[in-house]
């Protein structure tokens, strides 16, 4: 239960502010299969070794790296500050309007790029020290 690639994944990048969604693989959509459609079957590799055909474990089968390609989707809620006038409430509760005023990013996108790249690399990093530390003992 604790110490799963796709957890440690997850929480890295739900830790991310303006996170709202994250997915491994065919993710939500795996919901919508059977069991015989979503197993990854596998097959003898170009190289000899087993791969999946599918990949639709998003390259993680319980809890560990497969050795496909890692594929998760991350999903950011747009800006909240923006230049239109918005309507709030002051700390007593009033009905107000905000205005934000100075420089914002219209766009998280740009950031969130690098920032979730960072995140995942730090994680596999950790993993792989993980697996180094087993082995050595």
């Known amino acids: 239960m604790f110490d799963k690639l796709e957890a440690d994944l997850a929480k890295a990048v739900m830790s991310l502010p303006a996170t709202k969604g994250f997915e491994i693989g065919s993710g939500f959509g795996a919901a919508l299969m059977t069991g015989r459609q979503h197993n990854d079957a596998f097959e003898p590799g170009p190289d000899g070794r087993p791969r999946t055909v599918t990949n639709n474990s ?25 230049a239109s006038p918005q309507q709030t409430v002051t700390r ?24 979730v790249e960072a995140g995942v690399l730090l994680v596999l990093a950790d993993h792989w020290l993980r697996q180094q530390a087993i082995r050595a003992v």
Do not use: W, Y
């Open 58 to 82: 998003g390259g993680i089968q319980g809890g560990i790296s497969n050795g496909e390609t890692i594929v998760m989707r991350v999903a950011f809620k747009p800006t909240a500050t923006i």
């Open 92 to 115: 007593a509760g009033e009905p107000t309007v905000l205005e934000a005023k100075g420089r914002h990013d219209p766009c998280v996108l740009p950031r969130a790029v690098p920032i």
